[in-house]
């Protein structure tokens, strides 16, 4: 399972590399494969036979200078006809010895075995081959009874050039049209970058321009379906924007009304009772009105979450609860400033009306793409079953916070729809300092 998961972290993790990484895969086995049944099959057994046929005529000089040792005018013969028909220079050295000759030959791969191979098999005298890669010459020397037979060739009796320019042409032409695949899919993947950070942009409540799709068909569909969406959403925010704009005037006036009509009865403990009643109506309106609303119309703008986050301490410090902030210097996000200070306001409220200290902790992690933030508080807590019901709509906890204390229920689910509409997340957990731990994560 590790070494599953150690090659999924080697994948790339764009679209591009990876489909680059797709298509190349295939091209180099492909090329790999190709290139060596190439070498295997034709370069090396080419080279074999082209040794074979120069140890054979070095074996054809040496048994004729041998059967005729004294005839120098047949030597010379010989040696003027290789010179000109097989580019070889031969030199006969009557009585001579060789130095470090052989007699068999290593079995590897290179010129000089494969020629020695063949030189022992064709040839069955001492040799000794100097192949000069530099000069691009071959010297060979046998060992003959009465003397010593010298060969100088050129490199090109043993070496076949179409070979290596077949391996030119096979890889250079598949680099010039992997290229080309590049350019062409980077042209198919740019709609869904734009697609994408249309979407991103839009999820976080920024402003989002029309463009024309295009791309492929798929792709032109889906910005097509996407931008239909975008619409239906930005009208149907406005439509309920508008009639919440109509509900919080006709539901404000009896209200006032009766607050009115209150303080022409005077004070009396049921007009006092009635008072309080028209206040907390007042206040549930406000909150209903606050949670359907959802601060959408505030547009994005960058914003650094250090001074939001000071400012929001020093307000809590104001009111005597004791606040400490760990943060950079600066911390620069495209957020909504009115609604985001409002949800975070929520958070650390809660922490002061249920315990004594609390720590604000906030840090950018380019690796996930997120900016942490984390309160902690050393209140009495809410039980690991009831996070997730904390942040729903119009739910208390009657156990440690009575609707005096604790509201209508709708400031964590508010908090929780702003951290959500800038593309974040928001979680709870079990403080170490004893109380609840409120972690969110925005993106960078």
Known sequence: MKRIRTLRDLAPYGLFGRTVLIILLPVLLVQALSTYIFFDRHWTRMTERLAYAVAGEIAAISDQIEAAPSDRETFDVLKSLMAKHLDMLATYNKGQKGVDLMIAADSGPGLEDTLARALVEQVRRPYAVDVD???????????????????????????????????????????????????????????????AVAAERFGKG?????????????????????????????????????????VSHDLRTPL???????????????????RADIE?????VEGYL?????????????????????????NARRQGFAVTLESPKSLILELRPTALERALSNFVENSR?????????????????????????????????????????????????????????LGMAIAQDVILSHGGRVMLDRSPMGGLRVVIHLPL
Do not use: C
Request: no cysteine; hydrophobic share 40%; charged share 25%.
């Open 256 to 274: 006032t009304r009766m607050k009115l009509q209150l303080e022409m009865m005077g004070k009396s403990p049921d007009t006092e009772a009635l």
């Open 353 to 409: 009306k249920y315990a004594h200290t609390a720590k604000i902790t906030v840090w950018p992690d380019d690796h996930s793409g997120w900016a942490s933030l984390v309160i902690d508080d050393d209140g009495p807590g809410i039980p690991p079953e009831n996070y997730e019901d904390v942040f729903k709509p119009f739910h208390r906890l009657e156990t440690s916070r009575s609707r005096k204390t604790g509201g209508i229920g």
């Open 280 to 284: 907390d109506m007042e206040a549930m």
């Open 206 to 246: 920024m402003n989002v321009q029309t463009f024309k799709p295009t791309g492929a068909r798929e792709i032109r569909r889906a910005t097509e379906a996407f931008f239909s969406m975008k619409e239906r959403i930005t009208r149907s925010v406005a439509q309920r924007t508008a009639m919440l704009g109509g």
């Open 290 to 314: 606050a949670f359907m609303r959802g601060e959408g119309d505030e547009p994005a703008q960058p914003l650094d979450l250090v001074t939001l986050l000071e400012r929001i301490a020093g």
């Open 133 to 195: 890669l530099r000069r691009k010459r071959i010297d060979v020397e046998v060992q003959l009874k009465d003397g010593l037979l010298q060969m100088s060739m050129t490199q090109r009796r043993m070496y076949d050039s179409s070979g290596y320019i077949f391996v030119l042409w096979l890889n250079g032409l598949a680099l010039f049209f992997f290229l080309i695949a590049i350019v062409f899919m980077r042209n198919q993947i740019r709609p869904i970058r734009k697609l």
